[in-house]
Structures are given as structure tokens and as C-alpha cells.
């Protein structure tokens, strides 16, 4: 094994010990928002520490070559500092970036991108200051909240960051506050009707979790009951007291899930009231969501995102789109307001037949989708001939397989936008596309999808130079 000359005269062991306590100066911040301390170039990575703050420290572990400590007390306090008056949020990972000013936050998402480009030489590269949010708070049009038993009561809230120590919680922060108060109310019923929360030791109890979506200009809601048993009891009384009590309830469905797995919907839908889909707006444009659709958790980001993707295509009219990871077909159906023809492609079946009657529901024809991976059908749009003018990729954080963007360059599109959410695999899928004749002109544009967690979601344009 290589040692460098420091690590050698660090001897291969760590300088610090665990349940050792010492006072460290912050001096950066991961990607996932913990406090680094360097103690003889061994770092420390420190829950709720920001750079510049001096901080007593209290070492939980102390690997080889990094540790984990605890604050026990701040010295002195970062003027990017944000005092919380709850903690929870923080703790449960929630919120990993409440405790960091929110100017901060979106300087902290755009010097990420920064640095992930100047460590593949790519500093060339301009990333513009992240769109923020006027209120990043109660934002999420979204939430997925398990139900356990605590203390003999039914409750709903949050596992504890990297464990299964569950929190009660009423306030979500980062969630609709219509949501919050809907997730009470079911809750509320549960308890009246003594259903059984699901307990993961023993793979029993009823309920495993309650998932809420609102449309933000509709305010239509969809209520999910995910349950473990098949039949959900006094279903009639649940179904008319959550009707009595949440009016604006347009879609309540129970989902059975009796895998021992922590992937929250199972594949069984059964429709207990009200519609299959709710409607929302984004742009104008009016969108059907299933319970099992993507759709994006933010929609005043959203729609300033999909702007910049409209701005960043500079349609005209004529021409070809390709939408790959189209979803409910939310950006497909938007450029295809000033499109030929648009193509998408999605993996989730459900998510197409949403993309098809979104189509209708705002009267666009130019517009056909298909079920599938956009690797096969990148592939056979490439083999059939067609010639898209732009190509739009938003893909799952894992990036893009090397296969797509061979089939995306071989159809030689005037550009291609990259909406990414994850700005690791965004750079590395960058510089395939450079090597093979693309370049990056405009800034890449950061948007704040996220406020107070770590996610980093951004737009980049390439263009063909060849
Ligand atoms: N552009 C849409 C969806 C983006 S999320 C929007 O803004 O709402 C990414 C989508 O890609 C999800 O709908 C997911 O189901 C889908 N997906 C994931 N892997 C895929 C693959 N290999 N091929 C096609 N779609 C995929």
C-alpha cells in the first residue's frame, strides 16, 4: 500500500481516539452538510458545525483514515449561522442545512458544482448563482410519512437520519402546511378507529405509512393509506370521516405493500374514494399525477426550472424534441407548446398513461410517449432515423448510462439540455458529451428545488460544435 510522506509520519493511525475530547476550528463543509476539522490532516466530520466556528468536540469514531465527532460546546458562531429554535428537523435529516443562512445555502449548491468541474480540469465551465426561493419553507407538494406505535399511541413522523429511531413530528418545516395538517387529521381517524400501525420487527400492525400530495394552484389532494394487510379495516368509517374531515380529499387510495422491504408503495392500488389522479398547474399547462408518478416536489422551482430548459432550447416552431425520463410529461408537453413534434420516453407505465391524457387534457398533438428505459429507446429513435433538434435528458441521480449518450450523439441534436440533480454523475456525463464534440457556452444554471436540504438540481445547455 502507497503512503503519502504526511499519512507515513502519521504513522497509519488516527490522531485522535474515540470518547477523546478536543477543540477544533471548522474548515469546510461536505456535500452532505457535516463540518470538516482537519487534526494533523485527519478529518473529522461534525453534525451541525459550520466553517470558521470553533468547537469542542466530543470523538463518537475514530477510523484509520476519518472520524466522527459531536459538538459538545460552540466557541464561537459562523455569521452564515442560522439559531434553531427546534432541533428535531436537524436531526432527523430532515433539514440537513437549516442551522446555514439561506444566501449561504445557495452559494454552499453552486461552489459544489464549482468544484466537482475544477477536479476534472473543467473550470472553464461558468456556474451562475443559484435560483433561490422567496420562502424556502413549506415548500413540498409531497410527503411520505411512516406510522408507528409509540407508547401505545399511533403516530406519524420521521426515522432519524441513518437509523430506525422513529420521531413524532406535526410540523414537517419543509412541507405544505396543508399537508401537515392532513396527515393530522388521518392520523386522528386511525386512532379513533384503533387501527394497528405497522411494527418492522414483526412484519404486523395494518398501516405503514400515509403519503399526501396538493396540487400548489388546484389545491386538490391525494391521500395514499399504504397498508400491509390486504383489507383495511372499518374502511367504510375511515373513508367517510377522512371525506367529513378533509373535503378537499379528491383522491384517496389505499396501497397494499407486504413486502419486508423499505420501498414505501407497493404494486396494488384500490381506489376507496374519489378520482385516480389529482390535477395541478405548471406554466399554464394542466397535469394529471397517479400515486405512482413522478412528479417534482417543488412547483414554484419548478416552473422557473422548466423556463430555463424552454430558454435554453430556443424553439421556434420546427423543431424535433427528445424528452428521455419524461415522467408524467410535465417538460415534454411544455416545449411542445413551441415545437414540431416531441418525443418522450418513461420507464414507469402508470407515468406514461398520465403523459397521454396530460396531452389531451391541454389539447397538444405533436406529442408521443412510450413505456421503457430511454437507453432501449434512445437506441431505436436513433435506428428508426429520427432527428431530434434538441434532446432533453432529466435522469434518476445514478446519471447516464455511457449507451445513451452514444445514441444521443449519434443523432448529431443542435443541443442537448441536462437536467440533473446530482451534480457528481452530471459532470462525469459532461465530459463524455465534450469529448465527443459538445460544448458548455452558457452558464450552468443551478435552481434551488430543495431549500434546506442538500440536493443540488441544475440545468445545463450543450451545444454541437461538430
Ligand atoms: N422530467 C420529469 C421527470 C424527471 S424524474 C419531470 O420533470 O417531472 C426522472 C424520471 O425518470 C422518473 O419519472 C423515473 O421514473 C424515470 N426513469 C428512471 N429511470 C429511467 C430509465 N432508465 N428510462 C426512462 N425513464 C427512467
Known amino acids: 500500500m502507497f503512503f503519502s510522506k504526511k499519512e507515513k509520519k502519521m504513522g497509519n493511525k488516527a490522531p485522535v481516539s474515540k470518547n477523546q475530547e478536543l477543540t477544533v476550528t471548522i474548515e469546510d463543509l461536505t456535500y452532505q452538510g457535516m463540518g470538516v476539522a482537519k487534526v494533523e490532516h485527519y478529518p473529522l466530520f461534525i453534525e451541525n458545525a459550520l466553517p470558521t466556528e470553533k ?74 448563482p443559484t435560483i433561490g426561493m422567496d420562502e424556502p419553507y413549506h415548500y413540498r407538494n409531497k410527503a411520505q410519512v411512516p406510522v408507528r406505535m409509540v407508547n401505545g399511541k399511533l403516530e406519524t413522523g420521521f426515522f432519524k437520519k441513518n437509523s430506525h429511531i422513529f420521531v413524532p413530528l406535526e410540523d414537517f418545516f419543509i412541507q405544505d402546511k396543508r399537508i401537515d395538517e392532513v396527515i393530522k387529521s388521518v392520523r386522528d381517524i386511525l386512532r379513533e378507529f384503533n387501527i394497528e400501525p405497522y411494527d418492522e420487527r414483526q412484519h404486523s400492525g395494518v398501516i405503514r405509512h400515509i403519503m399526501v400530495r396538493r396540487g400548489y394552484y388546484t389545491h386538490d389532494v391525494m391521500v395514499v393509506l399504504v397498508t400491509r394487510a390486504k383489507r383495511l ?23 397494499v405493500n407486504q413486502a419486508t422491504t423499505n420501498v414505501i408503495l407497493g404494486k396494488q392500488d384500490k381506489l376507496l374514494a374519489g378520482q385516480n389522479q389529482i390535477k395541478d398547474q405548471l406554466n399554464g ?24 430548459v424552454m430558454a435554453g432550447a430556443g424553439l421556434t416552431g420546427k423543431e424535433t424534441v427528445i424528452d428521455a425520463y419524461c415522467g408524467i410529461g410535465t417538460i415534454s408537453l411544455t416545449l411542445a407548446t413551441k415545437a414540431a413534434k416531441v418525443y418522450g420516453v418513461e420507464v414507469v407505465p402508470e407515468a406514461v398513461a398520465d403523459a397521454k391524457l396530460n396531452a389531451a387534457a391541454n389539447e ?21 432515423g429520427i432527428k431530434p433538434d434538441v434532446i432533453v435528458v432529466d435522469p434518476p441521480r445514478k446519471g447516464l448510462a455511457e449507451s445513451l449518450i452514444e445514441s444521443a450523439v449519434k443523432m448529431k441534436p443542435d443541443k442537448i439540455i441536462y437536467v440533473s440533480c446530482n451534480p457528481a454523475t452530471l459532470v462525469r456525463d459532461l465530459q463524455l458529451f465534450l469529448d465527443q464534440g459538445f460544448t458548455v457556452e452558457q452558464p450552468i444554471q443551478p435552481v434551488d428545488q430543495f431549500p434546506q436540504t442538500v440536493h443540488v438540481e441544475s440545468v445545463t445547455v450543450l451545444k454541437r460544435k461538430l
Open 55 to 128: 468547537v469542542m468536540i466530543h470523538v463518537l469514531k475514530a477510523a484509520k483514515n476519518y472520524g466522527f465527532a459531536r459538538v459538545i460546546k460552540r466557541l464561537s458562531t459562523s455569521d452564515q449561522r442560522v439559531e434553531l429554535t427546534e432541533k428535531h428537523y436537524l436531526q432527523t435529516g430532515i433539514a440537513p442545512l437549516q442551522h446555514l443562512n439561506y444566501a449561504a445555502q445557495l452559494e454552499f449548491k453552486r461552489t459544489q458544482i464549482v468544484e466537482l468541474l475544477s477536479k476534472v480540469h473543467l473550470e472553464n465551465i461558468q456556474v451562475a
Open 233 to 255: 379495516p372499518m374502511q367504510d368509517q375511515i373513508v367517510a370521516a377522512i371525506q367529513a374531515k378533509c373535503p378537499d380529499v379528491r383522491s384517496l387510495i389505499q396501497n
Open 285 to 308: 399547462l394542466t397535469f394529471n399525477i397517479s400515486p405512482h408518478s413522478f412528479y417534482q416536489v417543488n412547483p414554484v422551482q419548478t416552473e422557473k426550472l422548466y423556463q430555463k
Open 364 to 384: 397538444i398533438e405533436n406529442t408521443q410517449f412510450e413505456i421503457g428505459t430511454a437507453e432501449e429507446w434512445m437506441q431505436k429513435w436513433e435506428e428508426q
